[in-house]
C-alpha cells in the first residue's frame, strides 16, 4: 500500500509541472514549519556538482567550481552549496551578478574561505571591493569569463523563480560574453552550448537555468543552456515546455515533500500509464464493428504512398476495420500493401482526412475530387455560433447529425487550408510548426502573420491560441509534441498535454502520415466504447497515439533517446541513463513496431 502511494507521488512529480507561484504556495507551509528547504537545496546543488566532476574524473580536492550567485534566494542556494563544495576542499569561486548577495548565503561561503568576485559597481557587499569604475567592470567581467572558461564547473544560481522576463543588467551581459565565448549565439532557438561538449566547463543550473521562462518555457534573451538541473520541490513548467526544456539538460528533482495532491499543475506529460489507458483491448464479445472503424480519405494521385502509410499505420493500431477513399492508383496500392482495407464508403468511428492531399495550388489530374470530398465532410463540423448553425448555411441538428455527434476526425496535412474556421473539439489538426503558423496566418488569429519560428519560439502559446480560435483539438508535432484541447472538466480551460516519447530517428518522410492513422484509430476505439461520458477526453486519447508512436520508433529504431527525459528523484538512487544511439528508421519501420509498442503497454 505504502509503495503504491509511493509509486503514485513519484508518478505525479516526474510528469507534473507547477507554476512558480503554485510552488511558492507548496513551499509556504514547510517554510512555516520551519523546514531548511534551502539548505535542503544546497545539499543537493552540491551533491549534484560532486556527482558531475566525478563523471568527468575530477576528484573534488582538484576541482575547480565557479558558483554564479544572484542577489535572491536561488543565489542563495548557490553559496550554501558553494560553501559546502568548498568546506570539501574544492576551488570555488562565487562571481556576484546582482548588488546583493543572499546574507546567510554569503557568511556560510566567506566563513569557508571561498573567494568572491563583484560585477557591479554598485554592489553592496559587506567586505568586498565595490565602488571601481567603469573600465574596472569591464575588466572583472573579463576576469569572471576567464574563470568560468578555466573551471570544470558552473553553477548558474543567477536567477530561479523569480526571474521576470528576458536577463537584463550584469546577469545578461554576463551570460552573453560566456556565449560568445564559447561561440554561440545564445538568442531563442539557435545552437545550443550542449553541441560544443568539452569546449566549456559543465554547466549545472540551480532550480531554473537563468534566462530562460519559467512558466511559458520561451526564451526571452540569452540563456545558459545546462548539462543537468537540479530542481527543486516540484517541476516547473519549463523543465518540459519547449523550447525551455531543451536548456535544462538532465533533471535532478527534490522531493521537498510538497502536498501536491490538491495543487492544479500547469503542464502535464505523457507517460505510459496515461497512454495504456487510452487503448482498448477487446473482449471475448467484441466483433469488428465494436472495435473501431476508421475512414480515411488521404492520399493522392500525386502522393499515394501516404495512402498506404496511413491506412496501413490504422490497421495496426487495434482497431476492427480500415475504410479507404481516394484516386485509382491510391487505391490500388493501399490494398497491394494492406488487403484487409474495405474500399469506399461506410459506417466509421473516425475520420482522418488529408495526409498526401496536396495543398489547392498543387492538385494532379484527380487530386481536386480527393479535395472535394474533404471539403464536404469537414463542412459536417463548421460551427457558425453556439445554437449549432454550420457553415452550410443549414442547420447542423436539422440535417441530421450536430457537428459534435459526427465521429472524431483527424484534419491532417493538406486538409487543414479546408478546416473552417470554428468547429468542436472532436476535430483534431496535427500542424507541424509551419503548417501552424499558415493556419494562423489564413485565420488571421493575431491580426497578423505568422511565421514557423514564431511557433517555434512558443509553441504551447500558440497551440493553445490554435485550439481557442479554432475549437479543433491540437497537436503540434515536434520533439516534445504540444496538445492543446479542452478541459472535460472545465470547459473555459484549455488542457495541456506534451509528448517527448521519440527519438529524433522519427523526423522522417511519412512520419506524420502514419501518425494521423494512428490518432484516427485511437479515437475510433473511444468513440465506440462506453457512454459518452466515460470516453477519455479527446485530448487525451490523442495524446495517447503521440505517446505510441514515440514508442513505436523507439522500439523499431532501439534508440534511447528521447524529446524529453523523466527527472531523477534525488536520493531515489541513480536511473540507468545508458546512451543507446540507435539505428535509422522509416516511416513504414514504425508502423511494424506498432503492435509491439501496444503489447509494451498493455502488458
Ligand atoms: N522559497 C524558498 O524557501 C526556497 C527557494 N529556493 C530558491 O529560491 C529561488 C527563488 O528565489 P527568489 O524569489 O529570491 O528569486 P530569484 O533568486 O530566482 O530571483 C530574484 C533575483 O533575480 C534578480 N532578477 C529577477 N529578474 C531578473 C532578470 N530578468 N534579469 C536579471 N536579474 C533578475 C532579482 O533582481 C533578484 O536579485 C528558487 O528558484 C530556488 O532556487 C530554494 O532555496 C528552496 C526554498
Ligand atoms: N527531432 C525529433 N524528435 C522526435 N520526433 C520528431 C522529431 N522531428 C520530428 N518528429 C516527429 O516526426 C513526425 C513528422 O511529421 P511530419 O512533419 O508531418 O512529417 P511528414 O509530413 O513527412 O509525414 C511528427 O510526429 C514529429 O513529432
Redesign the pocket.
Known amino acids: 500500500m505504502g509503495e503504491s502511494i509511493d509509486h503514485e507521488r513519484l508518478q505525479m512529480l516526474r510528469f507534473n509541472a507547477y507554476a512558480a507561484d503554485t510552488v ?1 504556495e507548496l ?1 509556504r507551509p514547510l ?1 512555516d514549519d520551519g523546514v531548511p ?2 539548505r535542503m ?1 544546497a545539499a543537493a546543488a552540491a551533491h549534484e556538482a560532486k556527482r558531475m566532476l566525478g563523471a568527468q574524473g575530477v576528484a573534488l580536492e582538484d576541482a575547480n567550481v565557479v558558483v554564479l550567485a ?8 548557490g553559496l550554501f552549496a558553494a560553501a559546502q563544495l568548498a568546506g570539501e576542499d574544492a576551488r570555488v569561486t562565487v562571481v556576484a551578478v ?1 548588488r546583493g548577495l543572499h546574507d546567510a548565503g554569503f557568511a556560510a561561503f566567506a566563513h569557508s574561505g571561498g573567494r568572491v568576485l563583484v560585477l557591479d559597481p554598485e554592489a553592496e557587499i559587506p567586505g568586498c571591493v565595490t565602488g571601481f569604475s567603469a573600465g574596472e567592470a569591464g575588466e572583472r567581467l573579463r576576469v569572471a569569463v576567464d574563470l568560468v572558461n578555466q573551471a570544470d564547473l558552473v553553477m548558474d544560481a ?12 550584469i ?2 551581459t554576463l551570460t552573453s560574453a560566456l556565449l560568445d565565448s564559447w561561440g554561440i549565439d545564445g538568442r531563442a532557438g539557435s545552437e545550443t552550448i550542449q553541441d560544443h561538449p568539452g569546449e566549456r566547463p559543465l554547466v549545472l543550473a ?3 537555468p537563468s534566462g530562460i521562462g519559467v512558466d511559458d518555457g520561451t526564451l526571452p534573451g540569452p540563456y545558459l543552456t545546462a548539462d543537468r538541473t537540479v530542481m ?2 516540484a517541476l516547473k513548467p519549463c523543465a518540459m515546455l519547449p523550447p525551455a526544456a531543451y536548456a535544462c539538460g538532465k533533471v535532478t528533482l527534490v522531493d521537498f515533500g510538497f502536498d501536491i495532491d490538491e495543487a492544479e499543475p500547469a503542464s502535464e506529460m505523457m507517460d505510459a500509464d496515461l497512454a495504456s489507458s487510452a487503448i482498448l483491448v477487446p473482449s471475448v464479445h467484441d466483433m469488428k464493428y465494436t472495435r473501431g472503424v476508421v475512414g480515411l480519405v488521404t492520399g493522392s494521385t500525386r502522393y499515394p504512398g501516404a495512402a498506404v502509410l496511413g491506412t496501413n499505420a490504422a490497421a495496426r493500431s487495434g482497431i476492427g476495420m480500415v475504410r479507404y477513399l481516394g484516386p485509382q492508383r491510391a487505391q490500388d496500392l493501399v490494398l497491394q500493401a494492406l488487403p484487409e482495407a474495405v474500399i469506399g464508403k461506410g459506417h466509421v468511428n473516425a475520420w482522418v482526412v488529408g495526409s498526401g492531399v496536396p495543398a489547392s495550388t498543387d492538385t494532379a489530374d484527380g487530386d481536386d475530387i480527393q479535395r472535394e470530398t474533404i471539403t464536404r465532410l469537414l463542412a459536417h463540423y463548421a460551427l457558425v455560433d453556439e445554437s449549432g448553425t454550420n457553415d452550410d448555411g443549414g442547420d447542423a441538428a436539422a440535417q441530421g447529425t450536430h457537428p459534435d455527434a459526427m465521429p472524431p476526425i483527424v484534419v491532417d496535412a493538406g486538409a487543414l487550408d479546408l478546416l473552417p474556421a470554428r468547429v468542436p473539439g472532436n476535430v483534431v489538426i496535427t500542424p507541424h510548426a509551419g503548417e501552424l503558423a499558415g493556419l494562423l496566418t489564413r485565420l488571421d488569429t493575431i491580426n497578423g502573420p505568422v511565421t514557423a519560428d514564431q511557433v517555434m519560439s512558443a509553441p504551447v502559446r500558440y497551440a493553445q491560441l490554435a485550439h481557442e480560435d479554432t475549437g479543433a483539438t491540437v497537436v503540434l508535432k515536434g520533439a516534445i509534441s504540444v496538445i492543446a484541447g479542452t478541459d472535460p472538466y472545465d470547459n473555459d480551460r484549455t488542457r495541456i498535454l506534451l509528448c517527448g516519447r521519440a527519438p529524433a530517428w522519427l523526423g522522417t518522410a511519412g512520419a506524420g502520415d502514419v501518425l494521423a492513422g494512428m490518432i484516427g484509430a485511437l479515437l475510433s476505439q473511444s468513440d465506440v466504447s462506453g457512454s459518452p461520458d466515460d470516453a477519455p477526453a479527446v485530448a487525451d486519447t490523442v495524446a495517447a497515439a503521440v505517446y505510441l508512436h514515440g514508442l513505436s520508433a523507439a522500439i523499431a529504431s532501439h534508440a534511447t533517446q528521447c524529446g524529453w527525459r523523466a527527472p531523477e528523484i534525488y536520493g531515489a538512487g541513480e536511473r540507468n541513463t545508458g546512451y543507446v544511439a540507435g539505428e535509422p528508421i522509416i516511416a513504414s519501420d514504425v508502423i511494424r513496431a506498432i503492435p509491439q509498442a501496444i503489447a509494451k503497454l498493455i502488458g
Open positions: 511558492r513551499e517554510l528547504l534551502m537545496a544572484g542577489a535572491g534566494d536561488n543565489g542563495g542556494d546582482g543567477m536567477t530561479g523563480i523569480g526571474v521576470s522576463g528576458a536577463l537584463h543588467g546577469a545578461a540551480v532550480d531554473t527543486f520541490g
